[in-house]
């Protein structure tokens, strides 16, 4: 099976402890996303990679947290310091970038972080 | 501030019959609708999507219509088999600009 994976599947953590999360993306995809989620919400944007450009933020991705991809393969999202407002499921998708410029994104199975 | 609502937290429908989950948008610039399908401990996965130049799109047994005058966007399942039971985002886009998603419909198909 060739589609996106993460690592872990679950994490739990005290507060203030840090955590790293893993994804790997469809191989011929150049296109990284993170997304957060949360009960009774749909995935929420946090950041996006084109090869090994981190191109958009969002605002909900405080200073506690930082995204590579260093080789425009895998990325990883550490989260530093966690609080427990940080438990959420946290979704990792890739895509091709496409001549006409929309894409549909593919999703790997989420991490599922809770902080105690 | 919600640009993607859909109003319906859950629908039952029973086996057999049409399942319509309904979504809103209120940013005029999203001119791209996507419908994803949600499995317990799974992540999303694409079902169908249709431009703004279009208003409607067919796959199979999954329609999605769009009415741009309404910001209104619907998708149609017929007929609903139990494996459709998910929970269903809808989410759009405005072109080079990145998805937003609607809380979800979690849709449950009676046999």
């Known amino acids: 099976d060739t589609g996106v994976s993460q690592d872990p599947r679950h994490k739990i953590t005290k507060r203030g402890q840090n955590v790293t999360f893993r994804c790997d993306p469809i191989?011929?995809?150049?296109?990284l996303y993170w997304y957060r989620q949360t009960l009774g919400q749909g995935p929420e944007f946090l950041t996006y990679?084109?090869?090994?450009?981190?191109?958009?933020k969002s605002r909900l991705l405080s200073d506690r947290f930082s995204a590579e991809r260093p080789k425009g393969s895998f990325s990883t999202l550490e989260i530093q310091r966690t609080e427990q407002g940080d438990s959420a499921m946290y979704l990792c998708?890739?895509?091709?970038?496409?001549?006409?410029?929309?894409?549909?994104?593919?999703f790997g199975p989420g991490t599922r972080l809770t902080v105690l | 501030d919600q640009q993607v609502k859909q109003n319906s937290p859950s629908l039952s429908v029973q086996e057999g019959r049409i399942s319509i989950l309904n979504c809103d948008y209120t940013?005029?610039?999203?001119?791209?609708f996507l419908w994803y399908k949600k499995y317990p401990a799974e992540g999303p996965t694409f079902l169908i999507s249709?431009?703004?130049?279009?208003d409607k799109n067919e796959d199979g047994r999954f329609t999605v219509f769009l009415n741009k005058s309404a910001k209104h966007l619907s998708l149609h399942i017929v007929p609903s088999q139990p494996g459709d039971s998910a929970v269903y985002f809808c989410?759009?886009?405005?072109?080079?600009?990145?998805?937003?998603f609607g809380p979800g419909t979690r849709l449950s198909v009676l046999p």
């Open positions: 249709i431009s703004s130049i279009k």
């Open positions: 940013n005029s610039m999203f001119d791209y």
């Open positions: 990679f084109q090869n090994e450009a981190q191109l958009e």
């Open positions: 998708a890739s895509s091709k970038k496409l001549a006409g410029g929309h894409n549909e994104q593919f």
């Open positions: 989410a759009a886009n405005r072109y080079g600009q990145n998805f937003v």
């Open positions: 191989s011929e995809h150049n296109r």
